[in-house]
């Protein structure tokens, strides 16, 4: 448990209906007992834990706001520390003076992300539950908000004990090999041991191959609109976004840079880019912008390979199809209200048709986007998003196979257990029981100041 009594402005800054202003720490209650004022319970304060109060918030006898507060001890409480939290009026300048009272009654204020530091560090959350706390504060779709409450009760460190159980087994019958090798040895080179120890090897595997999946859902799907000039890219990049966020003209070469916006579909986080026309020639800019679009097309998730139905695809639509065929793509033909009669161009990708000018057809393209998207992720409650934990768990992973290979080899169990100690030691990272000051500093720092 910490010594000190930390404090914060926990709620954005700016006007609104209600601030609050959180304390955690031994001197919490007696620092509430000296700046709250009941009520109706006569001058004395004798607060009871998970009670809501009302009153003053009192500066030397002088009201400074009538506030709600509630009190929660420890250990039931967000930090596992005695909490309170003033519920004011939310002007800055009040919020800031209450709060300069509270540092002046024996309080520091806190770091960001202080408040969950200390119920990781008190054992009340792990650090993946710890992450998932600013993953939700963060998520910007329905999916990543999902993984973020998965983690958040427990399901990473579920997955992870499941594991280090396992290995935890292995790992004791090696040491007790060690110390009594005469009565051991058989038993531990026995291939019953290997195959356990196979057996994490490939949960952790598993758990690597969920890793793309999650940060996927976390940051969005790379979807890129490419083809050649004219074609309608960012008609179609601003029919997407409902909204006309880059410029459209008759003229061939209006886009040179490459430009990404954010949108869901159906919940899915998507990255869209929009890009320079592909085509030979052009000036600097939009030779620039070509090779730029020539690079993203091996970050994409996704192409939307565009084409005019009012022209068969012509030699320069093929060319550009040959940069792209490998990829995950849908063929889009635009302008269908131009042709009569829609060529469909023989390729083996999906093809939908649509007139961005018009909005014909953009809700069936944006179900195969969907369906595309939601093909490459698993269940967000088994989704790893973190590319921490995806670090980690290939360092145990490389730890453990070291280990099965010294089991193989009958390397002396005493290289054998260190290779397994790195191995757990890699898997305790993630949920924090092993973890350098550094790192838990860094992890913290990205959270905000109150959280
Ligand atoms: N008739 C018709 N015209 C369209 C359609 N979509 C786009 N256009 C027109 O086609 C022209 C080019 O559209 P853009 O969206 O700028 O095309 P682009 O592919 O981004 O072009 P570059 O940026 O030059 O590569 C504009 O005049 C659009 O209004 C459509 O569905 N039907
Ligand atoms: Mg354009």
């Given at each position: 448990m910490a010594e000190d009594t930390i404090a914060a402005i926990a709620t954005p800054v700016g006007s609104g209906g209600i601030g609050i202003i959180k304390i955690s720490g031994t001197q919490a209650l007696s620092i509430a007992t000296a700046l709250f004022r009941p009520f109706r319970q006569g001058r004395k304060f004798f607060p009871k834990s998970h009670q809501l109060y009302y009153g003053h918030i009192v500066n030397d006898e002088q009201i400074l706001d009538e506030v709600l507060l509630a009190v929660m001890k420890a250990p039931h409480s967000y930090t596992g520390e005695d909490v309170i939290e003033i519920q004011a009026h939310a002007g800055t300048f009040l919020l800031k003076s209450i709060l300069e009272l509270v540092l002046k009654h024996g309080a520091r204020l806190a770091h960001p992300g202080e408040f969950t530091k200390r119920a990781f560090l008190n054992g009340r959350i792990d650090l993946t539950q710890a992450e998932a706390v600013m993953d939700m504060i963060c998520a910007k779709s329905t999916r990543s908000l999902d993984i973020a409450a998965a983690q958040l009760r427990g399901g990473i460190r579920e997955d992870i004990e499941g594991i280090r159980h396992a290995m935890l087994s292995v790992l004791s019958a090696i040491e007790a090999g060690i110390d009594f090798p005469e009565d051991m040895g058989d038993d531990i080179s026995s291939e019953q041991t290997i195959a356990q120890l196979n057996e994490a090897v490939s949960r952790i595997r598993e758990m690597i191959s969920r890793y793309r999946d999650g940060h996927v859902l976390k940051e969005g799907l790379k979807v890129l609109v490419i083809g050649?000039?004219?074609?309608g890219k960012s008609s179609l990049m601003n029919r997407l976004l409902g909204r006309d966020r880059v410029i459209v003209t008759?003229?061939?070469?209006?886009?040179r840079d490459l430009i990404e916006e954010s949108l869901t579909i159906q919940g899915i986080p998507i990255i869209l880019a929009d890009s320079a026309g592909l085509h030979e020639g052009g000036d600097l800019a939009e030779q620039i912008g070509m090779e730029k679009t020539c690079q993203y097309i091996a970050e994409a998730?996704?192409?939307?390979f565009m084409l005019d139905a009012s022209v068969l695809m012509t030699p320069q639509d093929w060319q550009i199809y040959e940069k792209i065929r490998d990829t995950q793509m849908i063929a889009v033909i635009n302008k269908s209200d131009l042709a009569n009669e829609i060529q469909r161009p023989e390729v083996p990708h999906p093809i939908v048709c649509i007139s961005a000018l018009y909005n014909k057809g953009i809700d069936v393209l944006k179900e195969q986007i969907a369906q595309i998207c939601l093909g490459k992720t698993t269940e967000e409650h088994r989704a790893i998003p973190s590319l921490r934990h995806k670090l980690a768990l290939e360092r145990s992973l490389e730890s453990a196979l070291a280990a099965i290979n010294g089991l193989q080899e009958n390397i002396p169990f005493e290289l054998i257990s260190i290779d397994l100690q790195e191995s757990l030691n890699a898997l305790d990272e993630i949920t924090g029981q092993t973890i350098g000051e550094d790192m838990l500093d860094q992890i913290f720092a990205k959270f905000c100041i109150g959280k």
């Open positions: 050649r000039p004219n074609v008759p003229i061939p070469g209006t886009t998730d996704l192409i939307l």
